[in-house]
T-cell receptor, first 118, second 114 residues
Framework: AQSVTQLGSHVSVSEGALVLLRCNYS??????LFWYVQYPNQGLQLLLK??????LVKGINGFEAEFKKSETSFHLTKPSAHMSDAAEYFC????????????????FGQGTILTVHP | KAGVTQTPRYLIKTRGQQVTLSCSPI?????VSWYQQTPGQGLQFLFE???????NKGNFPGRFSGRQFSNSRSEMNVSTLELGDSALYLC?????????????FGEGSRLTVL
C-alpha cells in the first residue's frame, strides 16, 4: 500500500524567503511522485513530477523537488517566495506502471497551506 | 486546448436525494478519474474509467457510481445522499492508456447536502 505524509499542515514564509514543503512517501513499488497546487475554489494544477528519470525535478513557477530514495522523501522547494505562491500544496504518489490498481489513482498527502507574508 | 470541464460547479441537495455530476475530459484523453475532497479526509480516489470500462475503484460504498460514454465524457452519481457526502468532487483526465500518474484536474463540483 502507498502512503504520503506531508510534514506541517501550515507553513508561513516572508516574501523572498526560501520555501520548503516536506513530503515523505511509502510505496511497495518504484513510485511516481507529484506535487500539485490548489488555489481557493479551483482544481489541482500539476507543479512537477518524478517518473524515475532525473532525481532533481524542475517544475513551473520556479519550484523544484528532489527525489531521495534513501530518505523516501520528495521535498518541494523554491528559492524565493512570491505572494502569488500562497495556496495549498499536495504531494502525491502513484504506483507508476504497476497497472491494475494504479490506474487513475493517486494517493495524496493531507496538504500544506503556504502563507506568504509581505 | 480546453481543460477538464465539470458541471455543475455548485449544487445543494437534501438528504436522501440523488445527484449526477458531469465531466468532459481534455480532448484526446481517454481516462477519467473521480476524487472526493473533504476537509477531514482530504483527497480520496473514487474510481477510474477508460474506454467506457471501470478499471479501478476506491473504497466507497455502492451509492457512489459512475459511467463513461463513447466520447470519453463521464458522469458520477451519488444516490441516497448523506450529510457526509458534502464535498468537492474533482474529475481528472489522462492521456495515457497505461498509468503515468499525471492527471489533469477540473475545477470541481461543490456539493452541499442539507
Amino acid at each position: 500500500a502507498q502512503s504520503v505524509t506531508q510534514l506541517g499542515s501550515h507553513v508561513s514564509v516572508s516574501e523572498g524567503a526560501l520555501v520548503l514543503l516536506r513530503c515523505n512517501y511509502s510505496s511497495s513499488v518504484p513510485p511516481y511522485l507529484f506535487w500539485y497546487v490548489q488555489y481557493p475554489n479551483q482544481g489541482l494544477q500539476l507543479l512537477l513530477k518524478y517518473t524515475s528519470a532525473a532525481t532533481l525535478v524542475k517544475g513551473i513557477n520556479g519550484f523544484e523537488a528532489e527525489f531521495k530514495k534513501s530518505e523516501t522523501s520528495f521535498h518541494l522547494t523554491k528559492p524565493s517566495a512570491h505572494m502569488s505562491d500562497a495556496a495549498e500544496y499536495f504531494c502525491a504518489v502513484s504506483e507508476g506502471n504497476a497497472g491494475g490498481t494504479s490506474y487513475g489513482k493517486l494517493t495524496f498527502g493531507q496538504g500544506t497551506i503556504l502563507t506568504v507574508h509581505p | 486546448k480546453a481543460g477538464v470541464t465539470q458541471t455543475p460547479r455548485y449544487l445543494i441537495k437534501t438528504r436522501g436525494q440523488q445527484v449526477t455530476l458531469s465531466c468532459s475530459p481534455i480532448s484526446g484523453h481517454r481516462s477519467v478519474s473521480w476524487y472526493q475532497q473533504t476537509p477531514g479526509q482530504g483527497l480520496q480516489f473514487l474510481f477510474e474509467y477508460f474506454s467506457e470500462t471501470q478499471r479501478n475503484k476506491g473504497n466507497f460504498p455502492g451509492r457512489f457510481s459512475g459511467r463513461q460514454f463513447s466520447n470519453s465524457r463521464s458522469e458520477m452519481n451519488v444516490s441516497t445522499l448523506e450529510l457526509g457526502d458534502s464535498a468537492l468532487y474533482l474529475c481528472a483526465s489522462s492521456l495515457a492508456d497505461r498509468d503515468s500518474g499525471e492527471l489533469f484536474f477540473g475545477e470541481g463540483s461543490r456539493l452541499t447536502v442539507l
